[in-house]
Nanobody, 122 residues
């Protein structure tokens, strides 16, 4: 069992930056792929980024590539998503998730955080 607790987010101006954190409880954090997804009002949840257990592999959605960076610190049982050059269309609730599989698909993820609101003002 893994519990994920997110922090960070909030209101930020367009062009600004914010960092989301996802703290995991439970054992064997390094064996899980960590992913970030987001859901804007009236839209389906979409993949943002994923990182393998050893940080060897990362994967990003085309819409955020070059602006967002996923990372993790296995010593702290924490995953991060750095959001930069933010645009109003990045406004959404951001969720971290854990999976045993390296995937861009939300159904592959077994554990989810509570979500963190990021609002980008123009």
């Amino acid at each position: 069992q893994v519990q994920l607790v997110e922090s960070g987010g909030g209101l930020v101006q367009a062009g600004g930056s914010v960092r989301l954190s996802c703290a995991a409880s439970g054992r064997a954090f390094s064996t899980y792929v960590m992913g970030w997804f987001r859901q804007a009002p009236g839209k389906e949840r979409e993949f943002v980024a994923a990182i393998s257990g050893s940080s060897t592999n990362t994967n990003y959605a085309d819409s955020i590539k070059g602006r967002f960076t996923i990372s993790r610190d296995n010593g702290k049982n924490t995953a991060y998503l750095q959001l930069s050059s933010l645009k109003p269309e990045d406004t959404a609730v951001y969720y971290c998730a854990a999976s045993r599989r390296y995937s861009r698909t939300s159904t592959a993820y077994d554990y989810w955080g509570q979500g963190s609101q990021v609002t980008v003002s123009s």
